[in-house]
């Protein structure tokens, strides 16, 4: 479980030498990105690619190196043999 918290700078400052990860979605034209350090996270939601918060998470992710997940499947899922040879995901 992760507990979010609502300020950007707070996680920031929680980070210190912590490793992270990150994630981007888009949904009708809004972008979300969900970062995660520890058992603290961060969730916003943008209209606008160039707001300065989003374009400041998102350096403050690559400059640190965090993982950035591309997708999210249940392990279940993820390691279960399909013998017809479809994707359960």
Same mark, same amino acid.
């Given at each position: ?15 210190? /030498? ?9 949904? /009708? ?18 209209? *606008? *690619? ?24 249940? /392990? ?5 043999? *399909?013998?017809?040879? *479809?994707?359960?995901?």
């Amino acid at each position: 479980m992760v507990n979010l918290v609502e300020d950007w700078e707070v996680l920031q400052e929680y980070a210190g /030498d912590k490793q992270g990860y990150y994630q981007v979605l888009s949904t /009708d034209g809004a972008i979300e990105v969900r970062v995660a350090i520890g058992k603290l996270g961060f969730k916003e939601q943008f209209d *606008n *690619n160039a707001d300065l918060l989003l374009t400041r998470t998102l350096a403050f992710c690559r400059t640190r190196k965090y993982v950035r997940i591309s997708e999210t499947v249940r /392990d279940g899922f993820f390691a279960n043999k *399909n013998p017809k040879g *479809n994707r359960p995901f």
